[in-house]
């Protein structure tokens, strides 16, 4: 196969008009000017004039629902949204029914991807359910094809538990993903604490809850010489610190989501529940901390925190509704907003979603050098379209998103060199 024509953006390798040679589902070269010295008789030939080429998405943080949540999203129904928003490798987590502690579940989600549009990575468990008492195996886990560990939304808050997690997740050179909140702080809130909640009468999340619980997790992982990754940071004293940690040496990473940088808490009376996630939408001023953090490099990766709900759910209400929204199919059109409103370049927001993610947990995704796989992802960056939750490939509908015209449309999507996704434009 050869992709001709289109401006590749590698991040780290290329960036320029070339054309891209696939063969046996690899990369084989990235050059200029391919067309002109190659037999094309036996070669599938894609036209990407006018198109931006680009290694297929990797997503950190998304959660795929199955085992026994296959209401909410199914490993088939959750690549395929994934690979329609251009995403070709996704990590999910482990909070499944039974979660992710155990060789015998992650070996069960790896068979079932076999078949997935996307690469799946698993992230197992810290500890055992979740539960925050017991520490699972690490060392079992990562063999089995965990790339991480982490109880996601459900925080260890016993510190000498976390520290024994950070110990174990160190000396298994696997990194600890953490949902960084203080439960004891957040108690029953439902949506960022401020004056809009207030004016709402719905109990708030702090900030704080949040601060307080990177900060331990810095101090940690500085102690034992952990990889900490924080999880959908959302607050501008978090970036504050990430920063500073990162400048001490600190083993740190961290991730923010579109909506964190797309929406305030100001959007909770439009959207409701629609924009109900944990943590919360800040306000203005951590927003505009989140998108700096993200320009200057102290933020490594975007990633979605999709989370699929059955309608039905998130119409209990604010107070009960689950928290959370899909992303995987607005993320890469969300963030070309901020390369046309002119708050990060081309280049940076592609790397947040490719080479950086994949670097945080070690991933041989995210690149188009020769040999790796050809997960290529080709974007019209001029098409404009409007979100229609009803057309998602996600069993998921749950977004404040519905109804926003976006720029910036995924064509085509490929993974080990087969279309896995094509768009309404055909090349």
């Known amino acids: 196969m050869l992709i001709h024509g289109g401006q590749v953006l590698d991040p780290g390798h290329y960036v320029g008009e070339a054309d891209v040679l696939i063969g046996e589902g690899r990369v084989m070269a990235v050059q ?10 036996h070669v599938t030939r894609i036209d990407a004039e006018g198109l931006l080429v680009v290694p297929g998405l990797v997503d950190l943080h998304a959660h795929l629902r199955e085992p ?17 928003g251009g995403f070709t490798t996704v990590c999910c987590m482990p909070n499944t029914k039974p979660v992710n502690d155990d060789i015998a579940v992650t070996g069960w989600i790896i068979e079932r991807a076999k078949a997935a549009s996307a690469h799946v990575h698993p992230i197992g468990a810290m500890t055992l359910g979740s539960a925050g008492r017991e520490l699972a195996d690490f060392r079992a886990l990562k063999q089995a094809g965990c790339v991480a560990v982490s109880d996601d939304g459900r925080p260890v808050m016993c510190e000498e ?23 004891m702080a957040s108690g029953c809130g439902c949506m960022n604490d401020g004056p809009v909640s207030r004016a709402m009468g719905l109990r708030g999340m702090p900030g704080d809850a949040e601060n307080r619980m990177i900060a331990r997790d810095i101090r940690l992982a500085r102690k034992v010489g952990a990889r900490l990754h924080v999880a959908h940071l959302s607050t501008a004293g978090g970036v504050e610190m990430v920063r500073k940690a990162k400048s001490d040496g ?3 990473t961290a991730e923010v989501c579109p909506h964190h940088f797309t929406l305030t808490d100001e959007a909770v009376p439009t959207y409701g529940a629609n924009a109900k996630m944990n943590p919360p939408l800040r306000s203005e001023r951590d927003r505009t901390a989140l998108i700096e953090g993200l320009a200057d490099g102290t933020i490594d990766a975007i990633a979605t925190d999709h989370a699929p709900h059955a309608e039905y759910e998130k119409q209990w209400g604010m107070d009960r509704a689950p ?40 991933l041989q995704n995210g690149t188009l050098k020769p040999g790796a796989a050809a997960d290529v992802t080709l974007i019209n960056l001029d098409a404009s379209w409007t979100v229609d939750p009803e057309r998602f490939r996600s069993k998921g509908r749950n977004t404040p998103f519905g109804g926003w015209a976006l720029k910036g449309q995924v064509i085509r999507t490929l993974v080990m060199g087969k279309t896995v996704y094509q768009g309404s434009e055909t090349r």
Not at 68 to 84: C, I, P, S, W
Not at 162 to 182: F, G, K, T, W, Y
Not at 343 to 348: E, F
């Open 32 to 41: 200029a000017g391919l067309v002109t010295r190659i037999e094309l008789r």
């Open 323 to 362: 928290f959370g929204v899909v992303g995987l199919e607005t993320a890469l059109a969300l963030t070309l907003r901020l390369v046309q409103q002119g708050r990060l370049t081309l280049l940076r927001a592609i790397t947040c979603l490719t080479s950086a993610p994949a670097a945080v947990l070690g």
């Open 161 to 183: 538990i976390m520290r024994r997690v950070m110990q174990s997740a160190a000396e298994s050179n696997l990194p600890v993903i953490d949902h960084c909140e203080d439960t």
């Open 68 to 84: 026994v949540f296959e209401y909410k999203e199914t490993l088939a129904t959750g690549t395929a949204a994934a690979a329609a």
């Open 250 to 252: 600190v083993r740190i």
